[in-house]
């Protein structure tokens, strides 16, 4: 989202500033009566009881605390790239010249920057675990070291080459790699005639409520029907009909031109447009300039849906989902067969949404879900200091959203979700990232990764601190019953805080993990998640290095008298975060992308690491790792 490009030099000065004075100001009346307005300071001790018997159902020992060069995993445990930026993908295809690369041989190789994966197996349907179609999207490019001289200092992209350019937007988007493993050892198989690249320039159909409407219309495509390409893809999720939906998080500082002079500033304004044109683009293109071709911006934002088991396929934004800076789309198919889609529209006090189909989709027949996700309620959720969540719907002619008040149709609610969302009261967030649910519990996660914009008055019952530098996370509680029983299209939900992070020696930090957590365990700015087949969570970090930690992934129960105990299982190296958790159906291989290793270096030739290759004179790969047991176990079993 909107601070990818915050150098921690920076932000580390700003932290280790505040928190320090926020441990000074510790047991003032302002520091308790933050806590206190949660209503659920009970909750939060009500584990204390257990703490000494508490013992994790997580089986591995945990890592110890290390952050240098290169990656590590716990012990009985092995950490393997399977996928690199610029990995070859076609029959034939040499080793990439990662210092040469052009535009045309980029689109033809594993993207840069990776981030969400989903493990989709083969054959369609079967739940092979040892060879599958590694689906991942690529969310940008970190072009400070990925080329000689060209700083991430705000002044880098205006001084890329026009091929430099090309070449970064052929980089992003998403990949897809057919993977084996055999003997324990994951591979991609190059010659695959599933690979495939998705890029900027990839076409793609509009569908739903958003379809043809004239905010959609450009030059490119007078229909307002087809998209060229995507951008940002973040999270993501996966559908019971076998598709992938990547999310594109937020245009707003890939587009240049003046934003106030376009007939849509007040949308822009809302969706964060600066005119920054942070990767140059805007000096080749006219597209990406706001004031030549004012609706590109409106054809960004959305969900777009991947059938990554026809290499043919046209990729689809569903325009139905709303239209933010989109971090999840997970999918939840609903004991009535709607299918739910929960999202996080990661940006300063956004919101978190949900999406309920208006169709029931039927597993015996997977082409009934097609296109189901053009039609059905968005919701925006409020949270109520009473534990309670109210799902608002966010549809034409209901409550505030009127043509009156600024609303014509329900396209123009979508195209304006975040301003639809102001107008019913949605809970303002602490950055809302990934939301996952337990398969075996029936509860939603929703990850805060942080908010340093945060202040004491804007507080709310689930946004507790002030300067939150830490993230915290957001248990939903669904009505029904657990697992399958949950009822994920209900009204009102309940809540928890299910912990606020941070490091628990630093009692000002306010942090909440259980009491058992080890110096290793805590964690700080959570961002995705993942569950293991038996239901346990899976965190992984993106922000850690501002503390002078790695970013890593945590394994914590949810359930039980170690609920809240997190255990380090993974770290990155220097400059990386750690995104996209994934597990193979049977539970033995957790994919994760390590993405922008050594991105906090002013310069390629002062890059903090070469990860994952240390070739002299070479360039620092993001990558997917695939972390497995030595003896080929379940993770964690
Ligand atoms: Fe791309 Fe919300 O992290
Ligand atoms: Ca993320
Ligand atoms: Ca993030």
């Not at 949404?353 to 039927?362: E, L």
Request: glycine content about 10%.
């Amino acid at each position: 989202m909107s601070d990818r490009h915050t150098t921690s030099r920076d932000i580390r000065t700003i932290i280790a500033d505040r928190v320090s004075r926020r441990g000074f100001l510790l047991g003032s009346a302002g520091g308790l009566t933050a806590v206190a307005a949660t209503g659920f300071v009970g909750s939060l001790f009500s584990g204390a009881a257990h703490a000494q018997a508490a013992q994790s159902s997580l089986t591995f020992t945990e890592l110890t605390r290390i952050f240098d060069q290169t990656h590590h995993v716990a012990d009985g445990y092995k950490a393997d790239v399977v996928a690199a930026w610029g990995d070859a993908m076609l029959a034939g295809q040499s080793a990439p010249d990662l210092r040469a690369m052009t535009a045309a041989d980029q689109a033809t190789r594993f993207g840069y920057n990776a981030d969400f994966i989903a493990f989709m197996p083969l054959p369609k349907g079967s739940q092979n675990s040892d060879n599958g179609l590694l689906c991942v999207n690529n969310e940008y490019v970190s072009f400070n070291v990925m080329f000689d001289d060209l700083p991430d200092d705000g002044e880098g992209g205006a001084k890329m080459t026009a091929e430099q350019v090309a070449m970064c937007n052929a980089a992003i988007g998403h990949s897809i790699v057919e993977i084996k493993r055999e003997g324990g050892v994951w591979s991609v198989v190059q010659d695959s005639p599933m690979n495939r690249r998705i890029t900027l320039d990839t076409p793609m159909a509009i569908s739903g409520p958003v379809a043809g409407h004239a905010w959609m219309k450009t030059s490119y495509d007078p229909e307002g029907r087809m998209a060229k390409g995507t951008n940002y893809n973040c999270g993501g999720g996966t559908t019971p009909w076998g598709t992938v939906l990547t999310c594109e998080e937020g245009a707003s500082d890939t587009f240049g031109g003046d934003p106030t002079k376009s007939p849509i500033a007040a949308v822009l304004e809302r969706y964060g447009y600066d005119g920054s044109d942070y990767y140059g683009r805007a000096r080749f293109d006219d597209r990406f300039n706001v004031e030549k071709e004012v609706n590109e911006p409106n054809r960004f934002d959305w969900v777009v849906e991947i059938d990554p088991y026809d290499p043919a396929s046209t990729p689809v934004k569903r325009t139905a989902l709303g239209r933010m800076a989109h971090e999840a789309a997970t999918t939840v198919l609903n004991k009535d067969g709607r299918v739910v889609v929960y999202m996080g529209d990661d940006d300063y006090f956004e919101y978190v949404y949900r999406f309920v189909s208006d169709a029931a989709f039927d597993p015996a027949n997977p082409g009934s879900g097609k296109d189901i996700l053009d039609a059905g309620t968005l919701s925006v959720a409020r949270f109520d200091a009473d534990g309670t969540v109210a799902w608002l719907p966010l549809v034409h002619g209901q409550g505030p959203l009127t043509a009156e008040n600024g609303f014509a149709d329900q396209a123009e609610v979508l195209l304006k979700t975040r301003l639809a969302a102001d107008a019913l009261g949605a809970t303002p967030m602490d950055r809302p990232e990934d939301m996952e649910t337990n398969p075996v519990t029936g509860r939603v996660y929703a990850v805060m990764t942080k908010n340093k914009k945060m202040t004491a008055d804007k507080l709310n019952a689930v946004n507790t601190r002030p300067e939150n530098f830490f993230g915290h996370i957001v248990e939903m509680i669904p009505p029904g019953g657990a697992g399958a029983d949950a009822d994920h299209t209900a009204d009102s939900y309940g809540w928890d805080l299910f912990v606020l992070a941070g490091n628990p020696k630093e009692t000002g930090q306010g942090a909440t993990f259980h009491p058992a957590t080890s110096e290793n365990g805590w964690f700080v700015t959570p961002d995705n998640l993942t569950f293991d087949p038996k239901g346990r969570m899976f965190v992984a970090t993106d922000g850690a290095n501002d503390f002078d930690l790695a970013d890593g992934i945590y394994g914590v129960d949810t359930d039980g008298p170690a609920r809240a105990l997190p255990k380090l299982l993974f770290a990155a190296p220097l400059g990386a975060e750690c995104t996209g958790p994934c597990f193979t159906p049977d539970g033995t291989t957790l994919f994760i992308s390590v993405q922008h290793p050594a991105e906090d270096s002013e310069t390629l030739a002062r890059a903090t690491t070469l990860w994952p290759d240390f070739a002299e004179g070479g360039v620092p790969r993001p990558a997917v790792v695939a972390i497995q047991r030595m003896d080929g176990g379940e993770v964690a079993a």
